[in-house]
C-alpha cells in the first residue's frame, strides 16, 4: 500500500444547499402531530396489554405458586450442587 496517495485526499465539499435542506427535514420532523382520534387508541392499546399481563401472572401464580415450578418451567436447574 502506497501512503503517498493519501497525501492527496481532498476535503469533499457540500453543495451550497445542503444545510438549508437539513434545516427543512429537522423542521419537518419536529412538526410531527398526532390526531385526536389516535391518543385513545394508543391508551387503550397500553390498556389492553396491562390487562393481558396482569392476568398472565395472576393465572401463573394461581396454578404455580412455587419457585421450583417456575424453574423447571423456564427449564433451570433450582438445585444449587455442582456435581
Do not use: W
Not at 385513545?40 to 395472576?58: D, E, M
Amino acid at each position: 500500500m502506497n501512503i503517498d496517495h493519501l497525501e492527496k485526499i481532498q476535503k469533499a465539499e457540500p453543495s451550497p444547499f445542503l444545510f438549508t435542506r437539513i434545516q427543512q427535514r429537522v423542521s419537518e420532523k419536529n412538526s410531527l402531530q398526532i390526531s385526536k382520534l389516535q391518543i385513545p387508541l394508543i391508551g387503550l392499546s397500553f390498556a389492553v396489554i396491562i390487562c393481558i399481563n396482569a392476568a398472565a401472572v395472576f393465572k401463573f401464580f394461581k396454578t404455580n405458586s412455587s419457585v421450583e415450578t417456575f424453574a423447571q418451567t423456564i427449564q433451570l436447574n433450582s438445585e444449587n450442587s455442582l456435581y
